[in-house]
Structures are given as C-alpha cells and as structure tokens.
C-alpha cells in the first residue's frame, strides 16, 4: 500500500493524486466499520483528538467526533463560545496550552484563511483543517469526490458544475484542487460579483457566463450554500432574483446529464439555491454525502496518525 | 566639529556634480566640495575611497511610534535604524498617541529627536484632530511648532468637502498635504490584494480601483483648488497613470512609492506570510513594472520607506489579524540601489529620489552638497553584500519580508549636520 507521508491535511492543494486516492480507498475500508453493528475497531486506541471549532458547525463537528470515537480514539469538542478564546486568549495561546495536554491531533475550523499554516508552525502535533475562511475544506472536497466515485466509478473525466459564491466557498476550492488533479473538469458559474478573479487558472476550470451553461450536460451539479449574512446587500439583489438565476429546479436540472448527480454540501437553503423538489429527488447524493462524511474522517485521522489498518 | 571626506565619489544632482572629489565640512555645514582639499589641522578626515558621497537621504514617510506606541518603535531606537539605513532626516507620521495635532506633541517630538535622537526629525501633523476626519487640526500652530507637512497617513480624509477645504486652508499656510488615497468602502474586510494571489488563498482582495479612485478624488480637488498635493506611498499602475496624466495638464501633484512597491508582488504573501501584509497591499507584476516605469519617466517623484514597526505579537498571528505595515529603513537604500542595477534610475535620479525631491517638495532645506548648506551627508557601498538578520537590525521590531535575505549595497558612513552619527 501507499504511505501516506503528510504530518497535516489542510489543503488539497499539498496532496498529491496518489495521496487523494489513497485516502478515498482507505475510506471506502472504513465504510466496512460503519455498517458493522458494533461500529467501532480499536484502531486509534490511546490517541487523543480536540476537535477545535471557532465557527459553528454541526455536521463536520459531529462526523469528526463519529470518526475519532469509531477508531477508538478519545474526542474532545472546544467552541470558542464557551472556551478562552472569548477571554482574548490568542490562537497560538489556546493552541500551546492544549498541546501542553498532548492531543495526537488538533481537528480545526477557523474564519481565518490559512490558520492552520500558522497553527502547524506552534503546535508539534498533527493539524487537521475543518475548513478555514475561504481557503479549503479538504474533508469536504475528499467527500464530495468519494461521493462521485461511488456513483461513477472513477474521478477522471467528469465534468462537474459548481454553482454559487465561488468566492467566499472553500468547498469549491477544495474541490477544484482535488478533481484537477483526479483528471475531472470543473465548470463555475454564479453572479460576477461571487467569481473570484483568476479562479480559472487553480485548476481545469472554467467559468460560464450563466448557470445553464455550467450545468448542460454535466455529471455533477454541486450546489452551493448562498449566505444573506455573508453576502450582505452589495453581491446580489436578493434570495429571490438569486433562486431565479442560480438556482436548480426540476426544470433546469434536465440540462445535465440524464443520470447527473446532484450535490450539496449543507446546511441547504430551501428554494433559494435548490429547490425542495431537487433536494428530495432521484438524482440527490446529499445525504450520502454526509454518510461518507464519516468514513473520510476516519481515514484523514487514521493516515496522519500514520497508523496500520488491521 | 570639521571633516574632510577624501576622495570618493560625488554624486550631488542639485549641482550637477559626479565626480571623485573632496567634501570640506566645517561648522555643521558644506564649506566646499573640491579636488585635492587640504584637512585644516582640527579636522576628522574620513577616508571615502571606493564609496559614494551624498547629500544625506531623506525618508518623507516613517512610522516612529513615539510618543505613546514606543514597544513597537521610538525616536531613539527609529533614528538609529535611520541613520544605519543611510539616512539623515525623516519625516514621521502623525498616527501616534496622542496624535501629532498639537504644538506639544509636535515640539515633544522635536526636543527629544535634537537631544537623544541619531537624525532629523521632522514631523508630520495631522490634517484633523485626532485623525478623527472630522475637523481640522490646528495646522497653523503645527507649521510654527515644525511640523514640515499634514496627513491622515493610515487613512483617508473621507469627508470631500473637508479634504478640499484642507487643502485650501493648508496652502494659505504654506504646509504640504499628503494624501492617505484609500477608499474604504472598497477595500471593506481586505486583507490583501484583490487578483489569483488572493482567490487561491481565500484571502479577502482589496481592488486597486479603491485606491486609484481616491488618488483620482484628491487630485481633481487639488486641481480645482489650485493647491499642492503629495500622494503617498503609491502602489497601483492605475495611480501612476492618473497622477502622470495630471502632472502633464499642469496639477501641482506630486508622489512617492516604497521599495516594497517595485521590489515584491502579493505573491509574497503566500504561506500567509504577515511580514508581507501592509497598506496599500503588495500589488502585481504589471503594477510593480509600472511602478518602475513611474519612477524612470518621474511620475514619481520619491522613495519613501513608509518604515511602519510592529511588534511580534502584532505579527505572529492569523493573516487577517496581523497589523499592516513593515519596517523599511534599513533596506531602503539596497533595494533602491537595485534600480540603479536593473537601469531603471541612473545614481543621479536615484539621489534625487532619496534626498533632492523629499527636500524640495517639503522645504527642508537639505538635499544638496552646496556650500552652507547644513552638512547631512550619506557615504555607502554600492557593491557592498550582506544579509538582513533580525538581531543586528537597529529598529526594535523586526517585521521585515526580506529577513535572511541577501542585500547589496549598504550606508558605510551618515553625517548629520557635520556630526558621525553612523559608521560601518
């Protein structure tokens, strides 16, 4: 098998094919574990993980905290809400004093891009991103690409539409470093004032001019979360005009491929950007995203912690 | 004290000298430049072969942080870092606290800059009390206290009207403005430049247009009104057009740009490196060969250093966290010096650049080898290699891009009103 030879995972833009895929494999093993009645192996036992969010979460949260106790690992969940971080304790503060309690990995969410860099520069233990800023998302991104994979066997040679805030999104970054580099094209489209200048140049990328475009014949049409809050008044009118021209409905999802996937990485606003119909359709893998959500964790804690699967 | 600096090489712009001559110093001032001087019987001679000879630089744009942010900076330990840079006086920014907009701030500066510092000082007053953008400051007062020029430097006058009525108000006086030409709607939660740099690292972009469109406001209301107006630290190729383009139609405006500005591009900030984290961002390649171009064709009338220290603690942090700026006076001239290399700027323009225009567009009287003027003089190595380490650095902070790197070029020698402040 593969080593796997990375200390940290934040980015998939530092991992390499070979690296992408023996994580996908390793999680597809995993997915064994989480069908079993008694979903737990004794793998990371004696290690311990701090999930440190300071941004809310639940789904990464939760299937990080499933991943390490289903490896046996010893999970512990930090908010900032209820930690020092509201004391005005800094990053590398907080993150010293917790490795003073030798964690084996700090799993971290962040609002600041690239925190992660600063925080592997203090720490002597292995960092895991959970998403920072707009930068990566890279469990995200290996999901959504485990995802595709069971639904078409391969990564190379799809054609994978984006919609949305391109520029405040991770998950589309994560996911055009990762599917550039399994042979996959990815094709953006969203209001100018959500495409983020030379975005074409991260990857095989191209961006459209107009969401039908993005989307016609298509394998996959991933969906993204538009934000009111994050958005503000000054990228779009609103939800409304948004849903009209980048939202996916059952009539524009007939662009795509017949057999197209349809994907989201949550938490979905219903009938702004997908319509209800779409969400609960045929052509839906959303919640199975969340299912291998789990078995991704589990193989990014496993392999950092350069462990042997029994 | 007197001195006689043998036999280097004297580039003098304000008199057209290049030429390997002899600098008589007597009294604190020039008291000729010549070949073949004799040292009267009292005098220091300083031996100047292979090394160039200068009217003493002139830094229009540092952060001192003193009074009232002297962890990061002080007089003492600022002028130090200036006078091992090569230079003799600098002009510090008002952004202190209190702020520079009163007679005794300014005179505090003045007094402890004459009796500790390593150079001269002379401040910047601000154009509003406070910095608050709301109402002018005492510029009349500040003039008389010393203060050589005004500027909100760190932000912008926001306030049209006020920004018009300032310059208008500043030229009755006879006081400079300079212009912090930023708007800040546009540059919102930016953290860097707004290009691939920024999309790839998912960093927030501030769009140059933010501060092309305000280089534009100030100048149109410069135009209108008739008065001067110094843009600072320019770092966009929009900024250089405009300011070129309005030079040419006859507006009194003139600019600086830092070394940073032609010498890196936001690709430096990959890794989410702070030390290349400042305002205006680092910019792109064709904003930094526009830059040059600005330079070369004298758009730009200045190198400033915009030396704004910070401590670690400002800058160890998150990326969006960190404070702007970096320190700059130490590397100044090495960086510039590499413009006289790649044949951007010849010796001549360069020191024009670095000491004659800074004097002139300020009135400093300084600038210049003629006889009685006061005797600030920078001697440096051209060739001259070294290494920036942050230990031997004389600026308290050390938040520099360029530490552990190579430099070529360096002051050898820093008179300041006939006195050896600095020798290597």
Partial sequence: ?????????????????????????????????????????????????????????????????????????????????????????TLADTALNLLAMKPDIIVMRHAVSGS????????????????????????????????????????????????????????????????TKMGSSVFLAGPPTMVPPGVERLGNVTVCATMNEAIQDADVVMMLRIQQERQGKTLMPNAREYSRY?????????????????????????????????????????LKQVENGVAVRMAMLYHVCGGELE | MNMLIKGGRVIDPSQKIDDTLD??????????????????????????????????????????????????????????????????????????????????VASYIINKSQSDGFCNVFPVGSITYGLSGDRMAEMGELKESGCVAVSDDGRPVTNSELMMRSLQYAAGIGIMVISHAEELELVGEGVMNEGFTSTELGLKGIPRVAEDIATVRDIMLAEYTGTPIHIAHVSTKGSVRIIREAKARGVKVTCETAPHYFTLT??????????????????????????KQGLQDGTIDCIATDHAPHHID???????????????????????????????????????????????ILGLNRGSLQAGAPADITLFDLEREWTVEADKLASKSKNSPWLGQKMKGVAMATIVSGTLKFER
Wanted: charged content about 25%; glycine content about 8%.
């Fill in chain 2, 314 to 360: 400002e800058k160890d942090v998150e990326f969006n966290v960190a404070m702007n700026g970096i320190i700059g006076l130490e590397t100044s001239l090495p960086l510039s010096l590499n413009l006289v290399r790649e044949g951007v700027l010849t010796l001549n323009q360069l020191i024009e650049k670095m000491s004659c225009n800074p004097s002139n």
């Fill in chain 1, 116 to 179: 992660h860099y600063f925080l592997a520069e203090k720490v002597s233990c292995s960092i895991i991103n959970a998403g920072d800023g707009a930068h990566e998302h890279p469990s995200q991104g290996l999901l959504d690409m485990l995802t595709m994979k069971d639904r078409f066997g391969r990564l190379d040679g799809l054609k994978v539409a984006i919609v949305g805030d391109i520029t405040h999104s991770r998950v589309a970054r994560s996911n055009i470093q990762g599917l």
């Fill in chain 1, 246 to 286: 980048f939202g996916l409905n059952p009539e524009n999802i007939k662009l795509a491929k017949p057999n197209a996937m349809v994907m989201h990485p949550g938490p979905i606003n219903r009938g702004v950007e997908m319509s209800s119909y779409v969400v609960d359709g045929d052509q839906s893998w959303i």
């Fill in chain 2, 266 to 291: 936001d690709d430096a900030v990959r890794g989410y490196n702070t030390n290349a984290k400042m305002n205006p961002p680092l910019r792109e390649a064709d904003d930094l060969s526009a830059i």
């Fill in chain 2, 23 to 104: 600098v008589l110093v007597e009294n604190g001032l020039i008291k000729q430049v010549g070949k073949g001087l004799q040292a009267p019987a009292d005098a220091k001679v300083v031996d100047a072969a292979g090394k160039y000879v200068v009217p003493g630089l002139i830094d229009m744009h540092v952060h001192l942080r003193d009074p009232g942010l002297e962890y990061k900076e002080d007089i003492i330990s600022g002028t130090r870092a200036a006078v091992s840079g090569g230079f003799t006086s600098v002009c510090c920014m008002p952004n202190t606290k209190p702020t520079i907009d009163n007679k005794a």
């Fill in chain 1, 1 to 89: 098998m593969a080593e796997f030879k990375h200390k940290h995972i934040i980015a998939l833009r530092d991992l390499s094919k070979a690296d992408i895929e023996l994580l996908i494999s390793t999680a597809e093993s995993m997915r064994e574990v989480n069908s079993r009645d008694i979903k737990k192996v004794p793998t990371l036992r004696g290690k311990t993980i701090i999930n440190l969010f300071y941004e809310s979460s639940t789904r990464t949260r939760t299937s990080f905290e499933i991943a390490g106790k289903r490896l046996s690992a010893d999970t512990v969940n930090i908010a900032p809400s209820n930690s020092s971080a509201t004391k005005g304790e």
